[in-house]
């Protein structure tokens, strides 16, 4: 008898420890506290803008984009944009949101990144089947690359339609924000001046393709990689440079080894943090 009983603790035991949850992320607010996903909806349903940070390769990332996006298009009329998609393949993209392109034909038109299928087609579908516009707002990358090369002098050169893909020249720039300093820094003397200025024009012009279709009363959800936005930096800034009347909420993605306690690392980084299991299979 005492055998069977046993047995039968080790089995319940066995059970019980199968139960136990185990999530793939965990939710924080900027402070580390646990956050209620309702609560979060409804705080970035009331504001005009909202940055979501993501990890490009993170399925988790890209799933939770398109939850937000559709729980918050049910409270409030939204845009969308992204950083993914560069203004000069704006025409394209608003052809397939029309149903005047192909999937195959947006693929042939616009420069999509490789995930595009599996993390960014699900937006933009939402958009199309919706109804919502969806903003290319990123700059075309070969002139962020001459910006790295030759600073925003370089940009003067460019002819007036070129100049309309980017954001209004000259570009402010302060290379004393954190995330600019942290450029130079990780680069550890091997970069230059300039190369914090070429992820200054993609935020700059990201912040201006936003604010150029946003509208008061609609929000705008922006997705882009979390470099450009956490600790309140990058698109941040220039958008209070723009209008500092603005109501910006920020989103962030972070990889931690035990995801139940947000490190002091990861704090403040944005207003919710989504803390995700660092053994998440990536999309690539």
Same mark, same amino acid.
């Given at each position: 008898?005492?055998?069977?009983?046993?047995?039968?603790?080790?089995?319940?035991?066995?059970?019980?420890?199968?139960?136990?949850?185990?999530?793939?992320?965990?939710?924080?607010?900027?402070?580390?506290?646990?956050?209620?996903?309702?609560?979060?909806?409804?705080?970035?349903?009331?504001?005009?803008?909202?940055?979501?940070?993501?990890?490009?390769?993170?399925?988790?990332?890209?799933?939770?984009?398109?939850?937000?996006?559709?729980?918050?298009?049910?409270?409030?009329?939204?845009?969308?944009?992204?950083?993914?998609?560069?203004?000069?393949?704006?025409?394209?993209?608003?052809?397939?949101?029309?149903?005047?392109?192909?999937?195959?034909?947006?693929?042939?038109?616009?420069?999509?990144?490789?995930?595009?299928?599996?993390?960014?087609?699900?937006?933009?579908?939402?958009?199309?089947?919706?109804?919502?516009?969806?903003?290319?707002?990123?700059?075309?990358?070969?002139?962020?690359?001459?910006?790295?090369?030759?600073?925003?002098?370089?940009?003067?050169?460019?002819?007036?339609?070129?100049?309309?893909?980017?954001?209004?020249?000259?570009?402010?720039?302060?290379?004393?924000?954190?995330?600019?300093?942290?450029?130079?820094?990780?680069?550890? =003397?091997?970069?230059?001046?300039?190369?914090?200025?070429?992820? !200054? *024009? %993609?935020? +700059? #012009?990201?912040?201006?393709?936003?604010? /150029?279709?946003?509208?008061?009363?609609?929000?705008?959800?922006?997705?882009?990689?979390?470099?450009?936005?956490?600790?309140?930096? =990058?698109?941040?800034?220039?958008?209070?440079?723009?209008?500092? !009347? *603005? %109501?910006? +909420? #920020?989103?962030?993605?972070?990889?931690? /080894?035990?995801?139940?306690?947000?490190?002091?690392?990861?704090?403040?980084?944005?207003?919710?943090?989504?803390?995700?299991?660092?053994?998440?299979?990536?999309?690539?």
């Amino acid at each position: 008898m005492k055998k069977y009983l046993l047995s039968l603790a080790v089995i319940l035991l066995s059970l019980v420890a199968f139960s136990q949850p185990k999530p793939a992320y965990v939710l924080y607010t900027a402070d580390g506290k646990k956050a209620n996903y309702g609560k979060m909806i409804q705080l970035l349903s009331s504001k005009d803008v909202v940055l979501i940070g993501e990890y490009h390769n993170n399925a988790i990332s890209h799933w939770m984009e398109l939850e937000i996006t559709n729980d918050c298009q049910q409270k409030r009329e939204v845009v969308l944009g992204a950083e993914m998609f560069e203004q000069d393949n704006q025409n394209a993209l608003n052809q397939y949101l029309a149903g005047k392109l192909t999937a195959k034909g947006l693929d042939t038109a616009a420069r999509l990144w490789k995930n595009y299928p599996t993390d960014y087609a699900p937006l933009v579908n939402f958009a199309k089947e919706k109804g919502l516009a969806f903003v290319a707002t990123n700059v075309p990358r070969k002139y962020a690359s001459m910006v790295s090369k030759g600073g925003f002098e370089i940009l003067n050169n460019l002819t007036a339609e070129e100049k309309s893909w980017l954001a209004p020249l000259p570009i402010a720039y302060d290379p004393e924000l954190p995330g600019y300093k942290n450029m130079m820094a990780m680069m550890a =003397g091997h970069g230059t001046p300039n190369m914090p200025k070429a992820q !200054a *024009l %993609k935020d +700059a #012009t990201m912040s201006y393709f936003i604010l /150029k279709n946003w509208a008061p009363g609609k929000l705008f959800i922006h997705y882009n990689g979390s470099y450009h936005s956490e600790n309140y930096d =990058g698109i941040v800034w220039y958008l209070k440079q723009a209008n500092p !009347a *603005l %109501k910006i +909420a #920020t989103v962030t993605t972070v990889s931690q /080894k035990d995801i139940h306690k947000l490190l002091a690392e990861n704090k403040n980084k944005a207003d919710f943090i989504i803390c995700v299991d660092e053994d998440m299979t990536n999309t690539y």
